[in-house]
C-alpha cells in the first residue's frame, strides 16, 4: 500500500479492504509507520512510537488492523508507560491494566501504533508540553492544533492515522477537531466507560472517545465502543439502531436554535466563526430544518467560577495523589508555572467549595434540559478563533496565576464547555474556511443521550458541504 493511498481511506474504507484481504494488516501497519515517521518531524505529535509492531488487538474486530494513536492521558495500556504530559513522571510510569476503554479499543481491532501528546495533565486548548514539546497544526505549522488531544489531532489531520483516541473535560475533542479540520464528537456523560480509574472525571465533566476525519467513522466507532462497565456510574440505555444506521438514514426535520455569542470566558468571536455557524444555519434551512436565534438563559460568571473550581480540584487531586505516591514534593522541577498555581488553588478549597460548584452544574443541566424542550439541537461556532498561534497558550506563564490561566483559555474557547458541565453530546465539524485557508469549526450540541440526532445531522451537513478532499499543507503522500 503506497501511502498517498493510505492517506485518501478513511477507517471505515481501510477496514473493508483488511477484511476483504485486498491488503494485509501488516502491509497497513508498515505503511502507517511509515507515514508517523514522515510526519512527526513536523508536527511532533507523538510521544512515544511508532512502536516496532502495533499493540495486541483482537483479529475479528470490526476495524481490525486498522492503525490506531492513543492520548497519553487518563486511558492507558497495559505495559505501557503513560506520562500525561508532565515532568512528574519522568520518563513514565508503566501502567499494569488497560482502561476498560482500551480494552474496547481493543476488542474493536484497532493496532495502537503509539502514544499521542497532550498538554501537562490536559488543562490547556493547545498542546506544547514543557515534558514533550510544540505540537503543530499541519495545516499552518505556525499555529496550534489546539488542545488537549492536539497529538492525536495533528496526527489524523496529516493523515499518518485514520483514527485517535481523545478525551474532552472543556473541549479537548472539539476544539482540535475544528482548529484541525476534523469530526469530534463528545458522547454524553456515561455513554463511553472511563473506568477503572475514574467513576466522575473532572466531577462528570470528562469524557472518552476519538478524533476521526468523517462522520461515519465516528459513529461506527462510537457503535464499537460504548457501553456500560461494571462498577460504572451510569447506565445509559443501548440506541434504538446502529449510530452507522442514523448516519445513512439522515435527520428528521429538526428545530435548532443558533447563537454565536460565548456561554464562558469573555473573548471575542472572530468574524469566521460567526460566518462558518450563520452559514451552516442557512443550509439547515435548505434541508428542512427550523432555525432561529434563540439560547438557555445562563450567568457566564457563576458558570466560569464553578468550572474554576471544578478544574482547581481536579488538578490538585490528581497532583497530589501522584506526588504521594511518588514520594516526592512537586515544585517547579515538575510541574508548569500555572499547573502548579492551579494545584495550589485546588487545595485551599473546602468541601463546601465543590458542593456550591455541585450546585450550579445541577442548575446548569436543568437550565439547558428544559431549552431542550423546545428546541432538538443548539448551533453555535465551536471555537471563538478558528485556531491559535503556537505559544499563545503558554502554560508555563507565571505572570498568570491559576484564574488568569482559566480565563485566557477560556477567551479562545468560550462555547465548549457548557456541554461537559450538562453531560449533554456535543460534535465539532469543519463546515466553515477562513481567509487564511484554515479550517473553522461548527458546534452541534444535543440534549442528553442524544447522539442518534447528532450524528444523522451531522451526516446530513457532512453531504451537503462536504470536507473530504481539503488537505493541510502538512500530509501524508
Not at 474556511?433 to 451537513?461: F, H, K, M, N, R
Request: aromatic content about 6%.
Amino acid at each position: 500500500m503506497e501511502p498517498r493511498e493510505y492517506a485518501d481511506l478513511d477507517v471505515t474504507a481501510l477496514a473493508a479492504l483488511i477484511r476483504d484481504g485486498e491488503v494485509t494488516a501488516e502491509e497497513v501497519a508498515r505503511t502507517a509507520t511509515e507515514a508517523l515517521a514522515a510526519v512527526q518531524p513536523a508536527v511532533n505529535g507523538l510521544v512515544e512510537g511508532p512502536f516496532d509492531s502495533p499493540l495486541d488487538h483482537a483479529a475479528d474486530g470490526p476495524f481490525a488492523g486498522v492503525p490506531f494513536g492513543l492520548k497519553d492521558l487518563i486511558a492507558h495500556a497495559a505495559g505501557v508507560p503513560t506520562r500525561s504530559g508532565t515532568r512528574l513522571l519522568g520518563d513514565g510510569v508503566p501502567m499494569p491494566t488497560d482502561t476498560h476503554l482500551m480494552a474496547r479499543f481493543r476488542r474493536a481491532g484497532f493496532a495502537t501504533l503509539g502514544l499521542t501528546a497532550t498538554p501537562e495533565l490536559g488543562f490547556n486548548a493547545n498542546t506544547e508540553a514543557v515534558a514533550t514539546g510544540s505540537v503543530r497544526n499541519p495545516w499552518d505549522l505556525s499555529r496550534s492544533p489546539g488542545g488537549s488531544s492536539g497529538g492525536s489531532a495533528a496526527l489524523v489531520a496529516a493523515r499518518a492515522l485514520p483514527v485517535a483516541h481523545a478525551n474532552d473535560g472543556g473541549g479537548s475533542i472539539r476544539i482540535p477537531a475544528a482548529a484541525c479540520g476534523l469530526v469530534g464528537l463528545k458522547p454524553s456523560q456515561g455513554r463511553t466507560s472511563p473506568g477503572p480509574d475514574y467513576a466522575d472525571p473532572l466531577l462528570g465533566m470528562g469524557v472518552e472517545f476519538v478524533l476521526t476525519r468523517t462522520v461515519r467513522d465516528c459513529a461506527a466507532v462510537l457503535d464499537a465502543v460504548h457501553g456500560h462497565e461494571p462498577g460504572d456510574r451510569y447506565a445509559l440505555p443501548d440506541p434504538v439502531r446502529p449510530y452507522a444506521d442514523e448516519v445513512r438514514a439522515g435527520s428528521r426535520p429538526l428545530r435548532i436554535a443558533l447563537h454565536t455569542a460565548p456561554f464562558s470566558g469573555d473573548g471575542p468571536v472572530d468574524a469566521s466563526c460567526v460566518e462558518a455557524t450563520e452559514a451552516a444555519g442557512r443550509v439547515l434551512e435548505e434541508l428542512g430544518h427550523h432555525v432561529e436565534r434563540a439560547a438557555p438563559q445562563l450567568d457566564g460568571a457563576v458558570f466560569d467560577d464553578a468550572n474554576f473550581i471544578a478544574w482547581t480540584a481536579f488538578l490538585a487531586d490528581g497532583v497530589d495523589g501522584l506526588a504521594e505516591a511518588l514520594g516526592l514534593t512537586p515544585g517547579p522541577e515538575h510541574l508548569e508555572a500555572t499547573t502548579l498555581a492551579c494545584v495550589e488553588h485546588g487545595r485551599t478549597l473546602r468541601a463546601a467549595d465543590l458542593f456550591a460548584a455541585d450546585r450550579v452544574f445541577n442548575a446548569t443541566r436543568r437550565t439547558v434540559a428544559e431549552f431542550h424542550r423546545t428546541y432538538d439541537l443548539i448551533l453555535t461556532p465551536t471555537m471563538n478563533v478558528p485556531n491559535t498561534a503556537a505559544g499563545y497558550l503558554d502554560a508555563d506563564d507565571a505572570s498568570l496565576g491559576a484564574r488568569g490561566w482559566y480565563d485566557r483559555i477560556f477567551s479562545t474557547a468560550g462555547f465548549t464547555a457548557l456541554s461537559n458541565m450538562t453531560g449533554n453530546p456535543a460534535i465539532s465539524l469543519p463546515l466553515g474556511t477562513s481567509a487564511e485557508g484554515w479550517p473553522v469549526g461548527v458546534q452541534l450540541v444535543a440534549p442528553y443521550t442524544g447522539e442518534a440526532t447528532l450524528l444523522a445531522l451531522a451526516a446530513d451537513l457532512e453531504r451537503a458541504l462536504p470536507w473530504a478532499d481539503r488537505r493541510p499543507g502538512t500530509v501524508v503522500g
